[in-house]
């Protein structure tokens, strides 16, 4: 749309719906602010965005979107932005079509899909089942997230899949007094969170078992133990020696309980913080802690955007922003969009580090580099995770812990796993995404081939060839900005750091909040209160006891009239013969 | 709560209402009785009294009456199509019943099992029933019954069972002091040790290793370790089992620090064990206990009476001449000599000097003819008939037996506050 908006004046303005974005966009509309919701894309998610087979293939075969206004000419009291996304493709390959697919295609000449005419027939036909997340994502059952989805009721327009099992790569068990082999066997193993996996698990030792029992059960009061002072400072890796925690242990809890990306860069008190969020969101749901939403992360961005819609905010996609514009007193007034228009903000400006000055473009920094597969082989079978026969399907996530293919692996790599039971894919089909962290300065080619070797590998432990099974195999870079990106510090201009590839959410509410604190200063506003509920109050029931009896809260009159009462009685009885023989057909 | 006056504020709309049900209840059972009294045993009471047993379950009136109306039913019809469908009737009001929170009402239970030796079609689906209201309320004993019950009627085999506790036991954080399912694991074993002439011992092995898993898991939880007791008790005696129960108990206290479980098992199996122990073992046996006293002070006196057998069981009391000399031992009993065969000899038994309470059964000891417990805290003069010699001075007795008195040669009771 070319239109200019027919209202140009605005409380705030926010660029992108991220997570961060689409929550403040909730939360101001929710306390009255007047609201507009920009995107440059044609889709609601910014970072967190989930696409279709077809969306997502537009986006690998595009590469990096940057629009570059350093040309404009330069305005008094206005900031030329350039945009430029956080994307960079390294890789793509799809399943082509058979011959045999080739002689029928003439069939297809009305097929209005963007996807290349070679590919294979079955992933164009069934491209709208596969729900894509552009970054592995999780919600933490007792964490921060799920806590605001209850308390505001936002909750009610989403469907969750809780994760099924969590999973780490570990080398083989040798038994004492046995002598190690030239090369460990190594495979993934599930992490037993509760007293009964623990119990029947037949991989961890006896008195493993009883070691972490234990530490689950201290670590929701670990603070005050005396071995905890001890340590607190020191790595958080001998502070579980200390607690006689077996390497095993270790590597499941550092990498699949703590979430860390490596044993070496937290501390005690920072560790035992992670493992006590993860611990205390355990039993909520399910076995394992995390959420996943159905068709896919952006369903989370979405709904907070339906509330802010709901409640009064403009949503304009495929609309970027050209200029800040700001007076002399160092405030944001309002931007000058991409179609040209200029809006105005009173209040203030919230954009992402899609954004930066014109004269500042990073292109090198720590970045997340992520596979995504699209397999007819499940990694994790089914069966086995859930433990029924013809299982539907499953939620996986698991954990590579550094160094298990080779000292080129310096990060933990992310496993993640869905299908049909998460809406994320058709039947049949399984989407596998592998996700690592690469520092800045190491190489792309490195990346890419130690993420294929894996999952070449990984395939081939079950004795399954990688290029049988993947139809659709795609790796990109995507950049963690921060800092300045080159913008005047202003006071009401509010930047969202790009997401750092951790799997919760935790600290994206944080930041949220943070900003609608800054943006609503002073007036002690409730973050994203509850919605009221569009069916109504439940009704008034008539208790179980009166029921029973015949009495209802409409009977007039105290006498007990004999024929009165057996007709009334009859009536009632007779309604619940016929539910019984309902019943049992 | 105990010693709290009730002080409920006095609602009388409230206490209207609640007059106003228990009338029309009142009216609405007398009427039932009355129907009855005049000879009303047909179907069409059968409505009337679905309400008013959804209301109260345990009261039998209702129930028994409708067997009354059912048997009278089941003689008039042919079919057993027909009879099946009036024992399926019975069996959706026991299922609402249960369902709208009685789960533990005897008399619906009791109906239910009256109704479903008739209906074997619906046999297989009562255990999911039972496995449903279990998932709800893993103790209730009245559903663990009948899915017993169900399981003879279906002749199934124990193995299916034993995994459905297996699954029990290994779900959550609480399955594994699930109580109720080791116990039904015991009742499956004796089934299958009998049907599939299974070694014992071998079945007993396999539930060992189930227990190490668990009490490895949480050495805390008594439900394992009790089951265990049953396992100790019931296995036919093997040194390498006992070595290897000791074993696992010592590196449950190595890690814990302290088990009063672990330590108490180990008590256990020294005693089962034929082994003599040497001194320093029973002085390390010795102190477990002290530890365990430390450790659980109100069940005290049953760890003195586990070290009084244990000294009793390993003490060189025995002289050459069939006297049994133990004296300020602070024993608090001494059943241990009583059922050992190695006693059966004693002639003479001097306990003097100890804290003995009762004394036991002494007809095993049939060469026993003369016994003395002079300063001990017995309070009932019992089970000494016949013998030659009975020395009782100074302990807690009240009042004697003529009889008995009379049955004992010579008796000696100075000290005791008789009445």
Redesign the interface.
């Known amino acids: 749309m070319a239109e200019h908006l027919p209202n140009d004046q605005y409380d705030v303005i926010i660029s992108s719906t991220g997570l961060v974005q689409s929550l403040l966009a909730g939360a101001l509309c929710r306390v009255e602010k007047k609201v507009l919701h920009l995107d440059m894309n044609d889709r609601y998610g910014g970072q967190q965005s989930t696409l279709n087979l077809e969306e997502f293939h537009q986006f690998i075969s595009r590469g990096q979107h940057s629009t570059d206004q350093s040309n404009h000419e330069k305005k008094e009291g206005a900031t030329s932005l350039t945009y430029q996304d956080a994307y960079k493709i390294l890789h793509f390959d799809y399943k082509k079509k058979t011959t045999t697919q080739e002689d029928t295609s003439e069939q297809n000449t009305f097929r209005r899909s963007d996807l290349p005419n070679d590919m294979d027939e079955a992933l164009v036909s069934q491209s709208r089942r596969f729900a894509i997340d552009l970054t592995s994502q999780l919600l933490f059952s007792n964490g921060e997230i799920v806590q605001l989805l209850i308390s505001s009721a936002v909750g009610r327009y989403l469907e969750f899949k809780c994760i099924d099992a969590i999973m780490v790569y570990v080398p083989e068990q040798i038994k004492k007094g046995q002598k190690p082999p030239e090369t460990l066997n190594y495979r993934f193993e599930k992490v037993p969170l509760t007293k009964g996996d623990i119990m029947k698990n037949t991989f961890v030792s006896l008195p493993e078992k009883s070691y972490l029992v234990k530490f689950i059960t201290s670590c929701m009061d670990y603070e005050s133990q005396p071995e905890f002072q001890k340590y607190q400072n020191e790595p958080f890796i001998e502070y579980l020696r200390a607690k006689n925690l077996s390497p095993l242990l270790c590597s499941f809890i550092i990498y699949a309980i703590a979430m860390l990306q490596d044993e070496k860069s937290v501390n005690a008190r920072d560790g035992m913080s992670r493992v006590k969020l993860f611990i205390s969101s355990l039993g909520r749901y399910g076995s394992t802690p995390f959420l996943y939403p159905l068709f896919g992360s952006a369903e989370l961005n979405q709904a907070f955007c339906r509330v802010a819609a709901v409640y009064g905010a403009t949503y304009v996609l495929r609309r970027g922003v050209e200029n800040v514009v700001h007076d002399v007193n160092e405030n944001v007034t309002g931007i000058e969009c991409t179609q040209g228009q200029l809006l105005k903000c009173s209040s203030g400006f919230v954009l992402d580090r899609d954004y930066c000055a014109s004269n500042v473009v990073v292109s090198e920094c720590n970045s997340i580099v992520r596979q995504v597969l699209i397999s007819d082989s499940a990694l994790f079978d089914p069966n086995q995770i859930t433990g029924k026969e013809n299982s539907l399907g499953c939620a996986v996530v698991a954990y590579i812990p550094p160094g298990s293919f080779g000292n080129d692996q310096k990060y933990c790599v992310t496993v993640m796993q869905v299908d049909q039971t998460s809406s994320c894919a058709p039947k049949g089909k399984f989407l596998i995404s592998l996700q690592i962290k690469r520092d800045q300065g190491d190489s792309d080619e490195q990346v890419l081939s130690l993420l294929k070797t894996i999952s070449t590998r990984l395939f081939e432990s079950k004795n399954i060839v990688f290029d049988d099974v993947v139809a659709y195999q795609a790796v990109y870079r995507q950049l963690i900005r921060s800092g300045n990106c080159g913008l005047p510090a202003f006071e009401n201009l509010f930047v969202c750091d790009d997401a750092d590839g951790s799997l919760d959410y935790g600290y994206l509410v944080s930041r949220a909040k943070n900003v609608f604190e800054k943006l609503t200063k002073g007036q002690d506003f409730e973050f994203l209160p509850k919605m009221p509920n569009p069916d109504g109050e439940d009704d008034q029931r008539v208790d179980e006891t009166s029921r029973l009896l015949g009495l209802g809260l409409e009977e007039q009159s105290a006498k007990l009239d004999q024929e009165e009462v057996v007709e009334s009685k009859d009536e009632t009885n007779e309604q619940i013969t016929e539910e019984q023989e309902t019943k049992q057909d | 709560m105990h010693n709290r006056p009730r002080n409920r504020v006095v609602d009388e709309k409230e206490l209207d209402e609640k007059r ?2 228990i ?3 009142n ?2 059972k007398n009427q039932i009785f009355e129907e009855r009294k005049s000879g009303a045993i047909d179907p069409n009471q059968l ?2 009294l ?3 047993i ?2 109260a379950p345990e009261f039998s009136s209702f129930w028994n009456y409708r067997k009354e109306i059912i048997t009278d039913q089941l003689s008039q019809v042919n079919s057993e199509e027909q009879k099946r469908d009036i024992y ?2 019975e069996l ?2 026991t299922e ?1 019943v249960l369902s709208e929170r009685h789960t533990k009402s005897y008399l619906t239970w009791h109906h239910r099992k009256w109704c479903i030796v008739h209906v074997p079609d619906l046999w297989q689906n009562e255990l999911a029933l039972t496995s449903k209201l279990l998932s709800y309320d893993n103790r209730n004993f009245h559903c663990w019954n009948y899915r017993e019950f169900v399981i003879k009627l279906l002749n199934l085999n124990p193995n299916q069972e034993l995994d459905y506790c ?1 699954s029990l ?8 002091s699930n109580y109720s399912a080791y116990h039904y694991r015991s009742a499956m074993l004796n089934r299958k040790h009998e049907e599939q002439q299974i070694d014992f011992d071998q079945l007993l092995l396999e539930e060992w290793d189930l227990v ?3 009490v ?4 805390t939880n008594q439900s394992a370790w009790f089951y265990n007791k049953w396992i100790q008790q019931k296995m036919t005696h093997s040194e390498e089992f006992i070595q290897d129960q000791v074993e696992t108990c010592e ?2 206290i190595e ?2 620090g302290e088990c009063k479980w672990a330590t108490l098992t180990i008590l256990w199996n020294e005693m089962n064990s034929n082994k003599q122990l040497s001194e320093e073992r029973l002085t390390f046996l010795f102190e477990q206990i002290e530890n365990l006293i430390r450790l659980d002070p109100l069940r005290k006196n049953y760890y003195l009476d586990v070290k009084s057998d244990l000294l009793l069981l390993h003490s060189k009391c025995l002289q050459s001449d069939n006297v049994f000399k133990a004296n300020d031992l602070n024993l608090t009993r001494f059943d241990a000599i009583v059922n050992n065969a190695k006693y059966e000899n004693v002639v003479e038994l001097d306990l003097s000097n100890n804290h003995i309470r009762a004394i036991p059964n002494l007809s095993s000891m049939k060469n026993l003819k003369r016994i003395i417990l002079d300063h001990n805290k017995i309070e009932f003069l019992e089970n000494v008939e016949g013998l030659d010699y009975v020395s009782i001075k100074n302990n807690q007795i009240q009042h004697t037996d003529e009889k008995l008195v009379n049955s004992i040669k010579k008796i000696d009771m100075e000290g005791n506050p008789l009445i």
């Open positions: 106003k049900k009338t029309k209840w009216q609405l409505p009337k679905n309400n008013l959804l209301l399926k009737k959706a009001l609402q297996y036991l290994t779900t959550g954080n609480e399955g594994v190490k898993n668990a490895f898991t949480d050495s590196s449950i890690i814990d």
